[in-house]
């Protein structure tokens, strides 16, 4: 399969990202082929394009699958799998927001939690204790934030981003 230059720069630059985001490059690339494509590819492919080995393929595509990145399908006369990245850009980043936050806010606010439970009892001096409850306090705040937003129609969403900083307007400036 031929990529165009812009294709290429993409896939990597997108490889890139993946390792900045706590994934692997492969799996990132894989991600980023199936989203520039104009059609669903098969396993063999996704490999012979990106020149990676058909085992690593299938693990990173039962990855990206895990996350709902990818899908697969089957068609007639084809044995084969065929796979294709979420098409609607805004489902997509809802997504990776989602599981990110699943993955690494989430299990820090419960490991807060706890610490800030342990010091109560511990004899953490408090002024560390302050700190800790602080910190807690303020990404419970922002988790919370996020819940409520996720909650809104995909609408409001739209709306609130192409305000964009036009809200600054109607909030208070900072000290």
């Known amino acids: 399969m031929n990529l165009t230059p812009a294709m290429q720069d993409f896939i990597l630059h997108w490889g890139e990202m993946g390792a900045k985001w706590g994934t692997n490059r492969s799996v ?5 082929l199936l989203h520039v494509m104009d059609r669903p ?62 993955r690494e806010y989430a299990p820090t606010l419960a490991a807060l939690k706890r610490v800030a439970a342990e010091a109560e009892e ?6 560390n204790k302050a700190r800790i409850a602080e910190t807690l306090e ?20 739209r709306m609130a981003l192409n305000m964009g900083s036009k809200i600054t307007r109607f909030l208070p400036k900072s000290d």
């Open 122 to 127: 511990d004899g953490t001096p408090a002024a």
């Open 138 to 157: 303020t990404m419970q705040l922002f988790d919370d934030w996020y819940q409520d937003v996720m909650r809104l129609p995909r609408s409001v969403h």
């Open 41 to 102: 590819l098969t396993a063999d492919e996704i490999a012979e394009t990106l020149n990676l080995a058909r085992s690593n393929v299938s693990t990173g595509l039962k990855e990206l699958q895990s996350w709902g990145l990818v899908s697969s399908r089957r068609e007639l006369g084809d044995r084969r799998d065929h796979f294709t990245s979420i098409r609607d850009m805004h489902e997509l980043v809802l997504i990776v927001i989602r599981e990110r936050r699943e």
């Open 28 to 32: 990132a690339q894989i991600h980023a």
